[in-house]
């Protein structure tokens, strides 16, 4: 074994130099070739693991030429959502984002709202759902992140709202409840609010709301009895489901 190696390295010497510096540089090339497809295969995996969608979910949530000819609320379809990706397989489960909203009911016959700061429209006030957190724990934490209020009563549940057009930013599903607000306390704007407002609701109808938050207001008076006249409000940009616990 050793007469093998020493054979071959003779050789190798007894080469003539210019077919000497060109073996070494092929190998040099043949190395650094192997460096990048190493480099390149890792890249690929990164990038499989922590893209939003593949081709199989994006056509799952890009709109369908009948959906597009639909009443957008917001006036615009944007199908984005949350995803979770597979580094294995490449394979993306998106779903819709979680969130929550409160109608703050201040009596009598008066709600609260936050006015936001990125579209200078009246909401209700809500937020994102946190991984790990309940829809509860979420309520509760978005009342004290945006009015500086604890909640001091029940959340009563409005409805569940997931109709895909409901926001014009991405798909997103919100469980809505209605909490009271006791005369005498004074929610202040924090966070990503510009300012907390108190409206009478009656004044409803003639605000400029965010996404179908105005849905949502109505439905509030209707199950709650406080609307004017029925609940069969014409002109609701979008549908919703509801489970009507009030």
């Given at each position: 074994m050793a007469?093998?190696s020493q ?8 080469l003539?130099y210019?077919?000497?510096?060109e ?7 043949l190395?650094q070739?192997?460096v990048?497809?190493?480099?390149l295969s890792i890249k690929?995996?990164?990038s499989?693991?922590?893209?939003p969608?593949n081709?199989?979910t ?12 639909e009443?957008?609320?917001g006036k615009?379809?944007n199908?984005?959502g949350?995803?979770?990706c597979t ?6 489960m998106?779903?819709?984002s979680?969130?929550?909203?409160l109608v703050?009911?201040s ?6 709202l936050?006015?936001?700061?990125d579209?200078g429209?009246?909401?209700?006030l809500?937020?994102?759902v946190e991984?790990?957190?309940?829809a509860?724990d979420?309520a ?13 009563s029940?959340?009563l549940?409005l409805?569940f709202y997931?109709?895909?057009?409901r926001?014009?930013?991405r ?7 209605v909490?009271n ?6 929610p202040k704007a924090?966070d990503d609010?510009k300012e ?6 009656g004044e ?6 965010f996404a179908?938050h105005?849905t949502?207001l109505?439905?509030?008076l209707c ?7 029925n609940c069969?409000v014409?002109g609701?940009?979008v549908?919703?489901t509801n489970?009507r616990?009030i």
């Open positions: 007469r093998a054979s071959r390295i003779l050789s190798l010497k007894m003539p210019v077919t000497r510096r073996a070494f540089v092929w190998m040099f090339v190395v070739f192997g990048i497809l190493g480099l690929v995996q990164q499989s693991f922590n893209r969608q081709s199989k994006q056509s799952h949530l890009v709109a369908d030429t009948a959906m597009k000819s009443s957008w609320a615009a379809p199908l984005q949350s995803c979770w580094a294995t397989d490449a394979y993306c998106c779903t819709p979680l969130a929550i909203d703050l009911v009596e009598p016959d008066h709600i609260w936050v006015k936001r700061k579209t429209q009246y909401a209700t809500g937020g994102f991984v790990g957190e309940s509860e979420a509760k934490r978005e009342l004290k992140e945006e009015t500086g209020l604890d909640l001091k029940k959340l549940l409805g997931s109709d895909p057009k926001d014009k930013r798909h997103t599903a919100s469980v809505v409840y909490v607000v006791p005369l005498g306390e004074n924090a609010v907390v407002q108190r409206f009478h609701i409803v109808e003639s605000l400029n709301l179908d105005k949502i109505r439905d509030y199950f709650s009895k406080k609307a004017p006249n069969v014409n609701d940009e549908s919703r489970c616990s």
